[in-house]
């Protein structure tokens, strides 16, 4: 097993498989921006299935493919199909805008993707046009519906909540997701780059007690899928709404997770610089004995807390380049 300096087990990889996104959300990556990662420099499916089976190995069990919009990766079934056969993986799963899930959900589903969140930051087309650039809203609806139809239990919904911008929505996505039996998470916006730090934060503590008492939510014991949010369920446990807080609450002393960039880069926190570079180890002929040195050192770099509020410039990386 492996854990970092502050006691953490880390059993949790994000596995980011491209930067490059078909949306451009206000929050995330900028209109016109350039800076994406050259094909050259993406790890292979070859190298990918190596450093997780060394990963695996270590303890790592759960894997999450994400971007980037990582259905933007050419053959992404084939790549899940590779991990969900790695030995000591037992939970690999999918975020996705869903612009084009509705093609490739049943292939994901059979290679062995067995949950899926969704990006879905509002249910107004309009408002979704203004979000992510282009009217997205039909294709991403017919995308979750593909979802469901493919067999994805339970679907989580992830909607960033954003001040002035979709605020006034929160109550009618709950109501969707209710109706659907998707799991909503409502998510506080971080300061990550600059299109981050310029969306309206909200903060989600006030909303929380709004909901409870408006749809009778409870806070719910039963773990979710091992992530940050804390969930509140309604009386009968058929429909619950999870809260991602990482400005208002922090998690760090819970953080179990990691996260692989497209070019090979190991990022130890969302909100710090510290990484570690496996492409040149993969590329230069490393044996597994050293792949798994490189990957306890840089588990050591593991730093103890992002400071996205004490320090809400440092982070020019967007979500999309760490790999959200
Ligand atoms: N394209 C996939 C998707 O839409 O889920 C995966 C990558 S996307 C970067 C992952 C998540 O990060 C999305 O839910 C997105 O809303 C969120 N995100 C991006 N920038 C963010 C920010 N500055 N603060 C909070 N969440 C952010």
């Known amino acids: 097993m492996l854990s970092d300096r502050f006691g953490r087990s ?51 069990s759960r894997i999450r493919m994400t971007g980037g919009e990582p259905l933007l990766r050419r053959n992404l079934p084939e790549l899940a199909g590779r991990i969900a056969r790695l030995p000591g993986i037992r939970d690999l799963s999918l975020s996705t805008n869903a612009t084009r899930l509705d093609r490739h959900a049943e292939a994901l589903k059979a290679a062995g993707v067995s949950r899926i969140n969704v990006s879905l930051d509002s249910l107004d087309r309009g408002c979704m046009e203004k979000i992510t650039g282009r009217d997205s809203l039909g294709q991403i609806l017919d995308g979750i519906m ?9 679907i989580k919904i992830n909607m960033v909540a954003m001040r002035g911008i979709n605020d006034g929505e929160i109550d009618s996505m709950v109501e969707f997701c209710i109706e659907h039996g998707f799991i909503l998470r409502l998510i506080e916006t971080m300061p990550m780059g600059a299109t981050g730090r310029d969306t309206g934060f909200l ?27 804390r969930y509140l369920a309604t009386e009968d446990g058929k429909a619950s ?31 710090q610089e510290e990484k570690f570079e496996f492409r040149p180890l993969l590329r230069g002929g490393a044996s597994d004995a050293e792949l798994e040195a490189a990957i306890r050192t840089a588990i050591e770099l593991k730093p103890q807390k992002h400071e996205f509020r004490e320090a809400p410039a440092k982070i020019v990386r967007l979500m999309s380049q760490t790999g959200g």
């Open 241 to 271: 709404v999870g809260f991602i807080t990482p400005m208002s609450q922090h998690f760090c002393a819970t953080c179990n997770r990691v996260r692989l960039s497209v070019d090979g880069t190991l990022y130890l926190c969302l909100g």
């Open 146 to 154: 593909a979802g469901k139809a493919a067999g994805f239990d339970p």
């Open 203 to 229: 903060d989600l503590g006030p909303i929380q007690s709004r909901l409870s008492q408006k749809f009778g939510l409870r806070p719910q014991a039963a773990e979710l899928g091992g992530g940050p949010a």
């Open 10 to 60: 880390i059993d949790y990889l994000r596995l980011s498989v491209t930067d490059r996104c078909d949306l451009r959300c206000t929050y995330c990556i900028p209109k016109g921006f350039k800076g994406f990662e050259e094909p050259k420099h993406w790890l292979t499916f070859d190298e990918i299935e190596r450093l997780l089976s060394v990963f695996a190995r270590l303890g790592t």
